[in-house]
């Protein structure tokens, strides 16, 4: 359910706006399995296991108000203007009471959750601002300024799910099958053990502290930039942008520390493809001990209690915009920008700090489009162009026990058959090809008696038929750097509108 509120006071020099938003929101899912909550599995075409659920199963959780008041103001004095502007939000959700009865494979199960209120409970104030000065008090010369705090907007289970302790059931587990009369119909002394002690039951493993429901994570943005008018119907406008993130979470395994981990290194492949050729050994890596393996107890914080957990994105956007005069236009420019991760601080595991600090180069983007009509026939012709930065490359190789075990001097925590994921190319280091594209289109207008007209339109799409990567395979092995999707091939698309 929204509501939204808004009134407006126009003076002379003065243009308030107050006004509300209301949100109240409820979601209810539920889980049930066909076949009595049983799922058989065979191998060979011979009994193997059975797979059994814990349903009929159902989560609810609701928002109960989602608020937002705002007060905003333009001012106009002389050659100075400001809008000023304040939100005050609520956002407050919980998970209502629960109540789980018996089910085909958890027959005596009767059990009721308590509600859980104030996942979140969120109040808070951000202050909006922008200023706009004509410099010259002609009109071609404006400097810009703006700032303003912006709030994270969860999605409703995005926060309850995790406090809600129906959705912490394990629900389902494996038996083993052996079919001994051949009827393809498990009975229950054919059928081992479960596979989870747990089954059936609400284990949770992770839960929030309590100062996480209380504080809302957010960003500040801030700008500037000088909007000038180059001559008659050109202007350029130049900024500068920067957004940096406040109130960020991290997750805590109480049950295992720093010291529980033991260090490695493992040596990447031989390969041109890798930075300096390969060969080079990657360290900063730990395995937790095997006394520690799979416990789990995680406690959601706030990062600064462990360390600094910064996001910075600065960016210089270029544009130009000409109206030439006989309905030509052209219109473009740049945007350079980079976003700065620094998280280094360990929480569980030291091996947090390799590549804690991704600083990426600034990289430009280019986009640009124009307008030409023909002198003749009424046909109008258009172009868009733009050149984006290629894909980030990554390369991720997994390493048997037997490849690490040397560096390690035990095996791997999840035994001689474990495995574990090393990443071989540092993040924000490495970049594919530009991609480059270029759109064409041709109109013809076609005026009919009664103000009706017919508008033909012909459009080329990748006009140069490039082939640029957007994604490709970044586990490193045989299908490594593979594309896995490209730029659409060269198209051609003819339509029209009717205007009557």
């Known amino acids: 359910m929204n509501t939204r509120f808004s009134t407006s006071y126009v003076t002379g020099s003065h243009n308030a706006k107050v006004g509300f938003t209301f949100q109240h929101q409820e979601s209810y899912t539920t889980q049930d399995i066909s076949n009595n909550g049983v799922l058989l599995t065979l191998l060979n075409g011979q009994p193997r296991s059975i797979t059994v659920w814990a349903t009929p199963l159902y989560l609810r959780e609701i928002n109960k108000a989602n608020v937002g008041i705002f007060a905003q103001d333009q001012w106009t004095v002389r050659n100075l203007t400001l809008n000023l502007g304040l939100r005050y939000d609520y956002f407050n959700s919980y998970v209502p009471e629960h109540v789980m009865g018996p089910g085909p494979n958890v027959p005596t199960r009767n059990v009721t959750f308590a509600p859980v209120y104030n996942v979140p409970n969120w109040k808070d104030t951000s202050p909006r601002l922008g200023a706009s000065y004509d410099l010259f008090g002609n009109g071609k010369t404006a400097l810009k300024f703006t700032a303003g705090r912006y709030l994270e907007a969860p999605l409703l289970i995005s926060f309850t799910r995790v406090a809600n302790p129906a959705s912490a059931i394990t629900t389902n587990a494996t038996r083993t099958w052996a079919d001994l009369n051949n009827d393809f119909l498990p009975q229950e002394s054919e059928l081992g053990a479960l596979s989870s002690s747990t089954f059936g039951q609400s284990v949770i493993t992770t839960r929030y502290d309590d100062e996480v429901p209380e504080v809302r994570g957010y960003n500040w943005e801030i700008s500037t930039s000088v909007q000038h008018e180059l001559m008659t119907r050109v202007a350029m406008n130049v900024g500068y942008f920067r957004r940096w993130y406040g109130n960020t979470r991290t997750t805590d395994n109480e049950l295992i520390g720093p010291e529980d981990h033991d260090p490695f290194c493992a040596t990447a492949p031989i390969d041109s493809r890798l930075p300096d050729g390969g060969g080079y050994q990657v360290c900063g890596l730990y395995n937790v001990s095997r006394a520690k393996f799979g416990q789990v107890s995680n406690v959601m914080r706030l990062s600064k209690h462990y360390g ?160 640029s990567v957007l994604a490709q395979n970044n586990t490193y092995g045989p299908s490594w750097l593979r594309p896995t999707t490209i730029i659409q091939g060269r198209l051609v698309k003819f339509g029209g509108q009717f205007d009557f």
């Open 308 to 467: 600094e957990d910064k996001e910075v994105y600065d960016g210089v956007d270029v544009y130009l915009n000409a109206r030439l005069g006989k309905g030509i236009v052209v219109q473009g420019g740049t945007s350079t920008g980079r976003t700065l991760t620094d998280q280094c601080f360990v929480v569980d595991s030291p091996q947090a700090l390799l590549n804690c600090r991704v600083a990426p180069p600034f990289q430009t983007q280019i986009k640009v489009l124009g307008v030409y009509p023909l002198p003749w026939a009424g046909i109008q012709t258009s172009a868009t162009y733009q050149s984006l930065p290629g894909p980030q490359i990554t390369a991720s190789r997994v390493y048997t026990n037997a490849e690490v075990r040397g560096s390690l001097g035990r095996d791997l925590s999840s035994g001689v058959n474990g495995t574990v994921t090393v990443p071989l190319i540092a993040p924000g280091t490495m970049y594919g090809d530009r991609m480059n594209q270029l759109d064409f289109r041709v109109s013809k207008i076609f005026r009919m008696p009664g103000n009706r007209r017919i508008q033909a339109n012909l459009d080329l799409f990748n006009a140069l038929n490039a082939s």
